[in-house]
C-alpha cells in the first residue's frame, strides 16, 4: 500500500495535486479507512476554517477607515487625470504653431505626413506657404472636401486612398472646417481637420497612425485632435442640412 | 513617408493609459477588498485598532504602487502582500523599539462580539481560538489558502518563502487545529506526520 504523506493528503484535497498522484489517491481511499480519516481531517478543517472566519467579512467595515480609504482613491484618481505633460512628446506635435500644442503634449503624434507649406487652392494648385498633406492629391482632396457630405466613404481619383468627413464645424471664428480621415496606401490612418480660410482650404491639423485600433496609438491620436478641437472652441457638428448650406455658400463665395 | 511613433514614445503613453486603467480599477477594487483586507490584517495583528490603521497603511501604499499590479493576476494576493510587508515592517521596527504588544490582548478572532449562542456558534467558536492560538506562521499560511482561497504558490509570493515551506506549515496547522478542536477524533495516527 502506497504511503502517502500529509503534504501529498492535503495538496490533494485542496485541489493541488497532479493527476497521477490524484489517482492513486482515490484508487487507495476504496480500501484504506485510515487514508480516508486523513482527507478528511483536511477537508474538513478547511471548511471549519473558512466557516469561523466567515463571519468577520460581515463585520461593518469602520466608517472613518473607509472614508479615508475613498478619499485615497479619489485623490489617486484625480492625480492620474491630469498627468504632467510629457515634454519628449511635446516636440512631436509638428502644426502650426498655435496654442493648442500645448494642450496636445501629452498626446503622442504618430507623424505627421510630410505636412510642407502650401494651401489648396480653389482651382487645385498648391500655394508654396500653407500646408500640404504630402501624400494625397491636393486636387482630388480638394474636391472632396468642397462637396463630400458627412458620413460618406469615397475614393479619392488617381489613388486608392480611402476618403470620409467626419464632421463639419465652425471654429470660434466662424470659420467652416471639416475633420476627415484618410486611409492610406500604407495602411495608415490620417486623421485631419482643413479649415476654410478666405476661400482655400488651410489643413489645420493632421496625424497620422497605424490603422490597427487595437494599439494604442489611434487613441492618443484622438487625445490629440480633441485637445485641438477644445483649443478652437469646435462648434458642434453641423447637421446635414447645415453642413450643405455652408458648403454651397463656400462654394459661391468662390466662384 | 508617415514616419511611426518611436518605441519609447509609444510605450511611454502606452505605460500612461495602462495606468489609467489599473488605478481606477485598483481604487474599486481595494474598496470593495476592504472587508477582506481587514479580515486578514486582524489575524495578523490581533487588534482591530492596530489591524485597520495597517488596513489604511497598505491601501495607500497600493495606490501609490498601482503600476506593480500586473493585470490578469489576482488583485488579492497582491494586496495581501502589499499589507503583509507593512505588518512586517512594523513588527521590526516594534522588535528594536523594545515590546510594546501586550500580549493578554490577544483574542480571539471573531471577536467579543457575545453573538455566539447556540451550540454550533460555540464549535466554530472553537475554530477561530485555535486558529487564534496557531504560531504566526502557520496562521497566516492557513488565512491565505483555507479562508482566502489563495493557491500554494500564490501564498508562498504572498509570503517569500518556498512553496514546499507554505504547504508544511499548512499541514501542521491543520492538524494542530483538529487536535485542538476534536475534529476527526476517531484517528488515532493523527499525530503522525
Redesign the interface.
Known amino acids: 500500500m502506497a504511503i502517502f504523506s500529509d503534504e501529498t493528503i492535503m495538496s490533494y484535497v485542496d485541489g493541488e495535486l497532479d493527476e497521477a498522484t490524484s489517482g492513486e489517491i482515490e484508487t487507495a481511499l476504496a480500501s484504506d479507512a485510515e487514508l480516508r480519516a486523513r482527507v478528511d481531517l483536511f477537508a474538513q478543517t478547511r471548511l471549519a476554517a473558512r466557516e469561523a472566519l466567515e463571519p468577520m467579512l460581515d463585520e461593518p467595515v469602520p466608517q472613518n477607515l473607509k472614508a479615508l480609504v475613498e478619499a485615497m482613491v479619489a485623490r489617486s484618481r484625480q492625480s492620474v487625470a491630469d498627468p504632467v505633460p510629457h515634454s519628449a512628446t511635446a516636440k512631436r506635435v509638428l502644426v502650426p504653431a498655435n496654442d493648442w500644442q500645448r494642450l496636445a503634449a501629452a498626446a503622442c503624434i504618430a507623424g505627421l505626413l510630410g505636412v510642407t507649406a502650401g494651401y489648396y487652392m480653389a482651382d487645385g494648385s498648391m500655394e508654396p506657404s500653407g500646408l500640404q498633406i504630402a501624400a494625397a492629391d491636393p486636387q482630388a482632396l480638394f474636391a472632396a472636401l468642397r462637396t463630400a457630405p458627412s458620413g460618406e466613404e469615397l475614393t479619392l481619383p488617381g489613388s486608392a486612398e480611402r476618403f470620409r468627413v467626419i464632421a463639419s464645424f465652425h471654429d470660434h471664428q466662424q470659420a467652416l472646417c471639416r475633420e476627415f480621415e484618410l486611409d492610406m496606401a500604407d495602411k495608415t490612418k490620417l486623421t485631419s481637420v482643413a479649415c476654410d480660410d478666405n476661400g482655400q482650404w488651410r489643413v489645420r491639423f493632421a496625424v497620422n497612425a497605424p490603422e490597427d485600433t487595437a494599439s494604442y496609438a489611434p487613441a492618443s491620436s484622438g487625445e490629440a485632435l480633441d485637445a485641438y478641437l477644445t483649443a478652437i472652441q469646435a462648434g458642434d457638428p453641423l447637421s446635414a442640412d447645415a453642413e450643405r448650406q455652408a458648403l454651397e455658400k463656400l462654394e459661391q463665395r468662390g466662384e | ?5 518611436p518605441a519609447c ?2 510605450n ?3 505605460c ?2 495602462l ?2 486603467d489599473s ?2 480599477d485598483i ?2 477594487q ?2 470593495a477588498f ?3 483586507m ?2 486578514f490584517a ?2 495578523l495583528c490581533r487588534s482591530r485598532d492596530v489591524a ?1 490603521d495597517l ?2 497603511a497598505a ?2 501604499r497600493a ?1 501609490q504602487h ?1 503600476e506593480s499590479f500586473i493585470p490578469g493576476t489576482r488583485f488579492d494576493a497582491w494586496m495581501l502582500r502589499i499589507l503583509r510587508n507593512l505588518w512586517i515592517d512594523q513588527l521590526r521596527r516594534q522588535k528594536t523599539a523594545g515590546p510594546q504588544e501586550d500580549v493578554s490582548q490577544r483574542f480571539d ?3 467579543a462580539s457575545g453573538e455566539r449562542e447556540t451550540e454550533a456558534r460555540l464549535t ?2 472553537s ?2 481560538q485555535a ?1 487564534s492560538a496557531l504560531a504566526d506562521e502557520q496562521r497566516e499560511v ?2 491565505l ?3 482566502e482561497g489563495l ?2 504558490r500564490e501564498t508562498a509570493d504572498v509570503i517569500g518563502v518556498p512553496i ?1 515551506t507554505v ?2 506549515r ?2 501542521r496547522a ?2 494542530n ?2 487536535a485542538a ?1 476534536g ?2 477524533p ?2 488515532g ?2 499525530g503522525q ?1
Do not use: F, H, W
Not at chain 2, 513617408?1 to 511613433?5: G, I, L
Open positions: 513617408m508617415p514616419r511611426s511613433c514614445v509609444k511611454n503613453i502606452a500612461r493609459e495606468m489609467v488605478r481606477a481604487g474599486e481595494i474598496i476592504l472587508p477582506n481587514r479580515r486582524i489575524s485597520d488596513v489604511q491601501c495607500e495606490l498601482a478572532l471573531v471577536g466554530l467558536g475554530v477561530s486558529i492557513l488565512l489558502v483555507c479562508v493557491s500554494y514546499g504547504m508544511s499548512l499541514a491543520r492538524k487545529i483538529a478542536t475534529i476527526n476517531n484517528d495516527r493523527l506526520s
